[in-house]
């Protein structure tokens, strides 16, 4: 299993990002797949989420109205595009398998990828 995200970078407040990730070593469109982020000193939290269809998609509260996740099996690339961003979007973001159930969502294996980092400030 292998993800790699990429696209952070430095931002303005208000502005805008979109994040990929690219994964390889698996059936990726038999998997739900899953963005999340660490900032300084917190811990990680799961901040999207989307079917292995793509027909179903899921947001923390934090980015819900503001984030859209996406997906295109074809090319095994799961997207993030963030919007309205704020300095509390700063971290590093990563995806991962993730699974879905009635109580929610959140990481499937026990793996992180390479993340990329996020930093919005003025």
């Known amino acids: 299993v292998q993800l790699q995200a990429s696209g952070g970078g430095l931002v303005q407040p208000g502005g805008s990002l979109k994040l990929s990730c690219a994964a390889s070593?698996?059936?990726?469109?038999?998997?739900?797949i899953g963005w999340f982020r660490q900032a300084p000193g917190k811990e990680r939290e799961g901040v999207s989420c989307?079917?292995?269809?793509?027909?179903?998609?899921y947001y923390s509260d934090s980015v819900k109205g503001r984030f859209t996740i996406s997906r295109d099996n074809a090319k095994n690339t799961v997207y993030l595009q963030m919007n309205s961003l704020k300095p509390e979007d700063t971290a590093v973001y990563y995806c991962?398998?993730?699974?879905?159930?009635?109580?929610?969502?959140?990481?499937?294996?026990?793996?992180w990828g390479q993340g990329t980092l996020v930093t919005v400030s003025r």
């Open positions: 070593g698996f059936t990726f469109d038999d998997y739900a």
């Open positions: 991962a398998p993730a699974f879905i159930n009635e109580a929610g969502w959140g990481r499937l294996l026990d793996y």
């Open positions: 989307i079917s292995a269809s793509g027909g179903s998609t």
